[in-house]
């Protein structure tokens, strides 16, 4: 019953908080249009905007690579990163699903999540129950257990205190680390840009402290603009319920200096190097299906799974991780190519309701089922 | 034999040989109507749900165990001897009669086709054997035409649902409406405080959530809402549309949503015949159906619960 008490608690936070930006910023339904408007014309146009992005990133003097596979993915990371160093992650699913984490520590590196929820993830060694909230879950008592192992003085502690337990012991990776490594909202075609959105602030130190920034994310999150990249993290945000965020990150390529006679140069205080992995894992061959191609919209902001009966109950053992719920039943097939999960699919309707992209969620899960009736 | 194949193999097998999905005495379908006129043109549409939803659990619970048996597919006509049991057919008769008794009072006029109505396919569709329910629904349109039908009165969510989505694989010009889009009252007063569970699909694919709060509301009925239970984005299934492939989840779905549901109250409608077979075992308190609320056996006009 703890999954069940803690989903509660999740739902009774965030759905009125949702509900409440919404309404307070009705601007937002207006940029999430154009964001869906955006995102159908790279998946219609994939393989162009893929080779405009990894130029855009070129000029801005990164380096970035297609990786067909998670086995590719994992190898292009483990050369730039190689071994003895101590690297920091920021919340990346993509990374997760790739395996960059356990991949790196087995290469003999020093690797910790920056985030909460996928720290707590990590010390519990759990899979990610939410795409936005990998720790969804953890009640707070199986929290302040699990953060035990980093202060075992813990006891009764408030969510501010464990919290801060996390904060301590993660400052110092910050500082010491050689690598830090962040997935991304979107990414921008035309300027190589990558925008991140986040509010503990752990994805800023992780772009910026360490002298080598990798970014590790999907094809499906390119947009063909910067306006419009930024759009898609207000909009997940938003649909998150974390409006407005605490910070919005851009990052194109390594950090530069125009201060000597206004002249761009580079690097200057932050990272040296700049690469972008960007992961295919099965979303090219999913942009010309024409059901699944929809599922590429998500911006994985996680609405769907609080307004879901069966993930509600089922939580985790309801797809795939990091991909659970709703999105999670779809993405499952787009990258494992298992559409089992869809056939848990109720109809029940309430995640089409919710997505900020309009996705017909129970269409395309109706579809999985009978292609795998179909088997 | 995986549960998938052998229900589609069953299904498939009854449906072509009976418009039924499973063997069934037609007299449990159609004893409910006593004056219905026989006949096409606007008929009320019972898909047979009310009727022999009672006994598809025993269905649940077997198909896994067959689908491991070689040959069992063979015998699906036997599932014929499956019947409901008296308490749950004098319940069926009672909401269908309701239902016809609302539409009258309500000036609707209808027939009805008795043995020859077929099932609507819903359980195809909803289970993803989408290729299935496309033949089937085209052999159901062909016969909807011999019977000359212009119009379904659906009385249940799932029906309707089913042929609002004809027309994506086969020219269906027959038109399709639900019972609670026609009654505009329940024609009795109700006292008392319910808690409401929604179909999923009236609420959220078919839009009429708010005709039956008003039907209850305009009747007397204190409904007790909460926003994360009953809310029209929050509200949660039972669980039932998965039952024949998986069943413990929906049972665990169902559980849960009963929980839910119990901590606004103790006396439950539901509006669907799926949403009473899943919540009935684990709501506690009374559960009944909307139409159930009108029926008036001794014509009183009032019922109180209070």
């Known amino acids: 019953m703890s999954w069940i008490y803690a989903v509660e608690r999740a739902v009774r936070n965030n759905v009125p908080k949702v509900e409440g930006i919404l309404k307070d910023h009705p601007y937002l339904l207006d940029l999430a249009a154009k964001v869906r408007d955006g995102k159908t014309e790279v998946l219609r146009n994939l393989d162009r905007y893929v080779e405009e992005t990894i130029k855009a990133v070129e000029r801005s003097g990164g380096r970035a690579y297609l990786a067909s596979t998670s086995e590719d993915a994992r190898e292009i990371v483990s050369k730039i990163v190689g071994s003895g160093k101590t690297v920091v992650l920021g919340k990346s699913m993509v990374a997760y699903e790739a395996g960059i984490r356990k991949h790196l520590i087995s290469t003999g590196n020093d690797v910790w999540e920056t985030d909460l929820g996928e720290f707590l993830i990590q010390l519990a060694d759990e899979p990610p129950s939410h795409i936005i909230a990998p720790s969804l879950h953890m009640t707070k008592e199986r929290a302040e257990e699990v953060m035990r192992s980093v202060d075992p003085e813990l006891k009764g502690a408030s969510h501010e205190r464990i919290a801060g337990v996390a904060r301590k012991f993660l400052r110092e990776k910050f500082v010491k680390a050689d690598v830090g490594i962040t997935g991304a909202n979107a990414v921008a075609a035309d300027t190589g840009s990558v925008v991140l959105v986040e509010n503990e602030g752990n994805i800023r130190m992780t772009t910026i402290l360490p002298e080598v920034h990798v970014a590790v994310t999907g094809v499906e999150k390119i947009l063909p603009n910067l306006e ?4 898609e993290a207000l909009v997940q945000a938003a649909f998150g319920g974390l409006y407005p965020p605490s910070y919005v990150n851009v990052s194109s390529g390594p950090s530069s200096t125009a201060d000597i006679e206004m002249k761009r140069v580079r690097p200057a205080h932050g ?9 295919d894992n099965g979303r090219k061959e999913a942009a010309k299906d024409p059901v699944l191609w929809q599922s590429l919209l998500c911006v994985r902001c996680g609405r769907c799974h609080l307004h879901c009966p069966v993930y509600r109950v089922l939580g985790v053992n309801w797809g795939i991780p990091p991909f659970t719920g709703p999105m999670g039943a779809m993405w499952s097939a787009v990258i494992y190519g298992d559409r089992r999960p869809a056939m848990m699919c109720t109809h029940s309707g309430g995640c089409k309701e919710v997505c900020p992209m309009r996705i017909d969620i129970p269409r395309v899960l109706e579809e999985l089922k009978a292609r795998e009736l179909k088997r | 034999m995986e549960v998938e194949n052998f229900i589609r193999e069953v299904l498939v097998k009854s449906l072509n040989e009976y418009m039924m999905p499973f063997p069934t005495d037609k007299k449990v379908c159609t004893e409910w109507a006593q004056d219905v006129p026989r006949g096409g043109g606007t008929v009320i549409y019972t898909g047979c749900m009310y009727q022999v939803t009672p006994v598809s659990d025993l269905f649940n619970r077997a198909l896994p165990i067959l ?14 001897i499956l019947k409901p049991t008296n308490m749950q057919k004098e319940r069926a008769n009672r909401v269908l009669r309701s239902i016809a008794s609302m539409l009258k009072r309500n000036g609707v006029q209808f027939n009805y086709l008795y043995e020859d109505e077929p099932y609507s396919g819903t359980v195809l569709l909803e289970l993803g054997y989408v290729d299935e329910f496309a033949q089937y629904a085209k052999r159901v349109k062909g016969h909807l035409e011999k019977h000359q039908v212009r ?13 609002s989505r004809y027309k994506e694989f086969v020219p269906f010009d027959v038109e399709v409406v639900n019972y609670l889009e026609l009654v505009k009252d329940l024609g009795t007063r109700v006292k008392g405080e319910y808690v409401i569970h929604d179909s999923c699909l009236y609420s959220r694919f078919l ?3 708010e005709n039956y709060r008003s039907l209850l509301n305009n009747a007397g009925v204190k409904l007790r809402e909460d926003p994360f239970v009953t809310g029209p984005l929050t509200s949660m299934c039972c669980g039932a549309p998965i039952g024949p ?3 413990d989840e929906s049972q665990k779905i169902a559980s849960y949503r009963a929980y839910q549901l119990n901590q606004l109250g103790d006396k439950l409608i539901v509006v669907c015949p799926l949403c009473y077979l899943a919540l009935s075992p684990y709501f506690k308190g009374e559960v009944v159906d909307l139409a159930e609320l009108a029926y008036n056996e001794l014509g009183t006009g009032q019922r109180d619960t209070s």
């Open chain 1, 228 to 231: 419009l990249a930024m759009y």
């Open chain 2, 245 to 247: 492939v998986r069943r």
């Open chain 2, 67 to 80: 689908s491991k048996v070689k040959g069992a597919e063979k015998l699906y006509p036997l599932s014929s």
């Open chain 2, 207 to 209: 839009g009429i959530r």
């Open chain 2, 151 to 163: 119009r379904l009165i659906t009385v249940d969510p799932h029906s309707y649902y089913a042929f």
């Open chain 1, 271 to 279: 990272p040296k190097e700049f690469h972008l992995v960007l992961l």
